[in-house]
């Protein structure tokens, strides 16, 4: 996480209310992830800050039983059960495929998801009254922003005729993305370039297929499987001279050019808020999915530099942060 990130997080926190965590109990959390371990410090390392900020301490009140999958949604159903087999008090399911795997082993457990479209999917019967064992945070861009980060690429290549979109096909909002960038491609002045890619294995070829078909510019999807080997992509786009913009704060931080999406450190407090609630008795039916509100574009002059690129006053103008 970006120091800054970590500040937010805590001050977020501070603001929703006095740490409480209950004491003379170990809460034991279940964290499921689709990709490998070491992946996945984002949302785990948000999970620990936030309940640390409430009050918690791991290894002490609180255990932490993560399981990985390893790139293979297959063996997601075992790590399920092996969770509801240790008796967590509550699983935390980030991305639709881990949310849909943790639903199907079970409808006692509470769960905690982050996904594009929790009430598309059918995790919960409204937004306002889940209704059943899930809830969470909403991390639906919305097509139409979609449409912002093709727009902050033109205005930092203002010659881009073809615009890749890397997305994994099994995402449910990567679909959605992929439709709405089609159907209004020719008001964005662009030809999309859709790559798909499932697994980190993948990418490499993702890229070069990117290139042979003239790509001038990226949109990289939101999915776990990128977000969780960003390092990777990001090499990929520098190595492959291709200006990207991510869905995700976390890109800049491993040195992409630019992201546009939701304030990550307001995503993490809103789900260790939801977790302890959870802990602390209330019940996932009742509890609100979360909409995040502030969307935050980050640029990487660094990353600019590497590329030959100049950031235009337009797009420094419009940055909610600036990374040396």
Do not use: C
Request: aromatic share 4%.
């Amino acid at each position: 996480m970006l120091r800054r990130d970590v500040l937010k997080l805590l001050a977020l926190l501070i603001a929703a209310g006095p740490a409480r965590a209950q004491p003379g109990r170990v809460h034991r959390v279940g964290f499921l992830w689709q990709g490998r371990r070491g992946t996945d410090d984002s949302p785990r390392e948000g999970l620990v800050n936030g309940l640390a900020a409430l009050g918690y301490r791991e290894g002490v009140d609180l255990e932490i039983h993560a399981l990985y999958a390893d790139e293979h949604p297959e063996r997601l159903p075992d790590l399920v059960a092996a969770l509801v087999a240790a008796d967590v008090d509550v699983i935390r399911a980030p991305g639709t495929i881990v949310t849909e795997a943790a639903m199907a082993g079970t409808r006692t457990i509470p769960i905690v998801t982050t996904a594009a479209d929790i009430l598309g999917a059918g995790f919960v019967e409204s937004l306002a009254r889940p209704g059943g064992n899930v809830t969470g945070v909403s991390l639906s861009l919305g097509p139409e922003n979609t449409g912002k980060r093709v727009e902050i690429l033109k205005d930092l290549v203002p010659s881009m005729a073809r615009v890749g979109f890397l997305h994994d096909p099994a995402s449910r909002s990567s679909a959605d993305d992929l439709a709405w960038l089609r159907a209004n491609a020719d008001g964005l002045g662009v030809e999309v370039v859709a790559v798909g890619a499932t697994r980190s294995k993948d990418f490499e070829a993702a890229f070069a297929q990117l290139a042979s078909a003239g790509a001038e510019g990226l949109i990289v999807d939101t999915a776990p499987v990128m977000t969780g080997n960003r390092a990777m992509l990001v090499a990929l786009a520098e190595a492959h001279r291709l200006p990207a913009i991510y869905g995700r704060p976390e890109y800049v931080a491993a040195g992409g050019l630019m992201a546009f999406g939701i304030s990550l450190p307001e995503v993490q407090a809103r789900v260790a808020s939801i977790v302890d609630r959870i802990l602390r008795g209330a019940d996932p039916a009742t509890i609100p999915v979360e909409q995040p509100t502030r969307f935050e574009l980050l640029v990487n002059l660094g990353a600019a530099r590497r590329l030959g690129l100049v950031l235009p006053q337009a797009v420094l103008a419009r940055a909610d942060d600036i990374v040396e």
